[in-house]
């Protein structure tokens, strides 16, 4: 019932709504079947299309709430354990997130940024569910939410190279990047293993290409931590799957100049920490550059 209440009376529930989201969320600390999860579910997502996204300013106050529910949901439920509930309230925030516009999509990811700590899982799920286009995790919630024919599966939201050079920005300028790099990892590594060939994969290459190309027009020797780092993001998706989710395009001009001209400096800060076991075409491109 709060579904079609939300979508008819939004601008009355509107001052109540964070004690609407206390009591809906506070629902989710309880033993549910699957049948009633599911219902919960759906409320969310309604709560969060028909009122949180008209008013934006709701945006950050929801994600707290929905945080602190993603580090608490570790409790099981009846047939449903911890981890999974928090793969479900991870795709329901992902779905809010797909339907923001660019401004309030970039500020949502931001908080999602300064939300890491102890929350690094949830972070993930909610970044992976929002780039890659598949079924719901349970069958009737995707239903609900209708959000699993918007593409075929085993491919990426086209809000997919957005989102990525966001992060991969905040990756770069951290002062502390251990854990954002983990939350690059488990990106990359799930998005590689989503996607069904290199073309799929292609807006993330595409990506990687225009921040290394963006690293290399810049003085590398003056900035050899940002190098390292981008070096890392590199060895990731070379290593994953031996990088058969990469096209002949991903390995192009401009990335044998980001190499190129980060060679000597990731040879003098001990490199070989960075170097992936088998990245045969990275190697490839390494015996093509010849030092100066």
């Not at 925030?93 to 999509?105: E, F, H, N, T, Y």
């Not at 990811?109 to 286009?133: N, P, Q, R, S």
Request: net charge positive; glycine share 4%; charged share 20%.
């Amino acid at each position: 019932m709060m579904t079609n209440l939300a979508h008819d009376l939004r601008t009355t529930l509107l001052p109540q709504y964070p004690t609407i989201l206390t009591s809906v969320t506070s629902l989710l600390k309880r033993t549910l079947v699957s049948d009633t999860l599911t219902a919960l579910l759906a409320t969310l997502s309604s709560l969060f299309r028909y009122i949180v996204i008209p008013a934006s300013q709701l945006l950050r106050p929801t994600w707290v709430t929905l945080r602190k529910c993603l580090i608490d949901s570790t409790t099981t439920q009846k047939g449903v354990a911890g981890e999974e509930l928090r793969r479900m309230l991870a795709e329901v925030w992902g779905v809010l997130l797909r339907r923001l516009k660019a401004s309030q999509r970039e500020e949502a990811v931001t908080l999602l940024m300064d939300g890491l700590e102890d929350c690094e899982e949830g972070v993930a799920w909610v970044l992976i569910y929002v780039i890659k286009v598949c079924g719901s995790f349970i069958y009737p919630l995707c239903i609900i939410l209708r959000n699993w024919k918007q593409a075929p599966s085993h491919s990426l939201h086209p809000c997919s190279m957005a989102i990525l050079g966001q992060v991969l920005n905040r990756y770069l300028e951290a002062t502390d990047s251990t854990k954002l790099q983990q939350l690059l990892s488990r990106l990359l590594t799930a998005l590689m293993h989503h996607c069904s060939s290199a073309t799929g994969f292609a807006p993330i290459s595409d990506c990687l290409i225009i921040k290394s190309r963006d690293e290399a027009l810049t003085n590398v020797s003056d900035q050899a931590e940002r190098t390292i780092r981008m070096w890392r993001v590199l060895t990731i998706v070379c290593a994953v799957r031996k990088g058969k989710r990469l096209s002949c395009k991903f390995f192009s001009s401009d990335l044998e100049v980001f190499i190129g001209l980060s060679m000597c400096l990731l040879q003098q800060n001990n490199f070989t920490r960075y170097y992936p076991k088998s990245p045969n075409r990275v190697v490839h491109l390494f015996r093509k550059w010849d030092p100066p």
